[in-house]
């Protein structure tokens, strides 16, 4: 055998052992599931179970992530701050039924001041409870009640709810109102 065959051979031998390598790192470390992988899916990816007694809702990425940070302790808490400024346009004190078919306590209906949008916020009885409401009168911030906001206040509404857990049932931790 020449000199260049065993070159030839012995290169042979090298690629083989780097692609055995390779593959053998892909089934074994990149195959499973991994954290950081799990951010960057995006929901249309995702497969949900169809059968007929469920309706399908996708799992997306983050929820997945959070899932499995809170089943290892890691996790504790996931807050979702909501702001939102307008002109109140409506103040319902009397409760009813939303469009969607849930009771509420009370709802404020406010319009952005830049657009035509319209909003509506339902509070329930329980949410209606952590609901402060701050008026700027002069240079004091008085403490007001919710049916003291008026129509034609310019208002802005922090809305915090915990999302740790994706509950059907918002959970909500704090809703403040300034009247400004």
């Known amino acids: 055998m020449?000199?260049?065959?065993?070159?030839?051979i012995g290169l042979m031998i090298v690629l083989v052992v780097v692609a055995g390598g390779e593959l053998a790192y892909y089934f074994f470390f990149?195959?499973?599931?991994?954290?950081?992988?799990?951010?960057?899916l995006s929901v249309s990816s995702l497969i949900s179970p169809t059968p007929s007694n469920l309706s399908p809702t996708p799992i997306s990425a983050d929820a997945m992530f959070r899932r499995k940070l809170l089943s290892s302790g890691l996790l504790t808490s996931t807050l979702l701050t909501n702001k939102y400024v307008g002109v109140v346009v409506e103040v319902d004190t009397k409760g009813g039924v939303?469009?969607?078919?849930t009771k509420y306590q009370a709802k404020l209906t406010f319009k952005s001041k830049k657009s035509r949008g319209v909003a509506s916020l339902y509070f329930s009885s329980r949410e209606l409870a952590l609901v402060?409401?701050?008026k700027i009168v002069g240079d004091k911030?008085?403490?007001?009640?919710?049916?003291?906001?008026k129509v034609g206040d310019n208002i802005s509404i922090t809305w915090v709810s915990d999302v740790t857990y994706l509950a059907k049932v918002r959970n909500s931790k704090s809703i403040i109102?300034?009247?400004l």
């Open 132 to 134: 402060r409401v701050f």
């Open 98 to 101: 939303s469009t969607k078919g």
């Open 177 to 179: 109102i300034n009247v």
């Open 141 to 149: 911030t008085q403490i007001a009640k919710f049916d003291a906001l």
């Open 30 to 40: 990149q195959s499973k599931a991994n954290p950081a992988n799990l951010a960057t």
């Open 2 to 8: 020449s000199t260049g065959n065993k070159i030839l």
